[in-house]
């Protein structure tokens, strides 16, 4: 009786720990956390991640065997696609730039969270890349640091946009109609700089991130195709 009190006890004390290092929009049941796999990064995109700028020398490739346990373990990291509208450049540029300005100012709202790089369409336009050194194709980058309450831990956030045709959305449907347009793909991506396993933080972190932004597009007129 003795030791199942003491398990009991453990059990609790592990769980309170959790509970002060995760933000309270991104809680997870206790199911959740045990279902999660022992690895500390994922991302929306696993066939090419985003890539860090400030922190790459933190973060290398999310290791090739980790990807079908993220696929399995958090089904529901789907990218964010946004309808950038068949009118040209100039209507492009105005998805990006609102996307971008409500994904940069949702950022600096979150709590514990502070952004460290900002890159745009007009950066990439001016002779800086968008990609940094990685020379990504991307229309806009942000990089934040998100620090937990207690412990201080911090994990390392990675937004990117870019643009592509409709048909090369393969793994979401469309909406109908838009079928010939011009999609804004909009990945994530979210690693601790320590443990091996994260108990799930990352994901939810990315989950609660993208579902944000989703609310706040919408409230912009802007169309969103999947999420």
């Known amino acids: 009786m003795r030791g199942l009190r003491a398990g ?6 592990g769980w309170a720990a959790f509970a002060l290092l995760v933000p309270s929009r991104t809680k997870m049941g ?15 995109d696993l066939n090419d991640p985003p890539t860090y700028i400030v922190s790459a020398a933190r973060h290398g490739p999310i290791p090739e065997s980790w990807k079908p346990r993220i696929r399995n373990a958090y089904p529901y990291l789907q990218p964010l696609l946004v309808a ?45 890349p968008a990609g940094g050194v990685s020379g990504d194709t991307a229309v806009g980058l942000l990089e934040a640091v998100s620090t937990t ?4 831990f911090k994990d390392d956030i990675m937004v990117r946009l870019r643009l592509q045709q409709q048909q090369q959305q393969q793994d979401k449907e469309a909406a109908p109609g838009s079928d010939s347009g011009v999609v804004l793909r909009v ?3 979210s690693a601790s700089r320590v443990g091996k396993g994260d108990l799930g933080t990352n994901a939810a972190r990315i989950k609660g991130f993208l579902g944000q932004l989703k609310e706040e597009l919408q409230k912009h007129g802007i169309q969103i195709l999947s999420s």
Do not use: Y
């Open 84 to 128: 950038a509208g068949q009118g040209g450049d100039q209507q492009q540029k105005e998805v990006v730039a609102i996307v971008m300005d409500a994904a940069t100012s949702l950022a600096r709202s979150t709590p514990r969270w502070e952004v460290v790089h900002v890159q745009t369409h007009e950066d990439a336009a001016a002779g800086s």
């Open 8 to 13: 009991f006890a453990l059990a609790l004390t």
């Open 30 to 44: 206790l199911l959740d956390v045990a279902k999660a796999p022992i690895l500390n990064d994922v991302a929306t």
């Open 149 to 152: 309450k207690m412990m201080r």
């Open 187 to 189: 990945d994530v991506r």
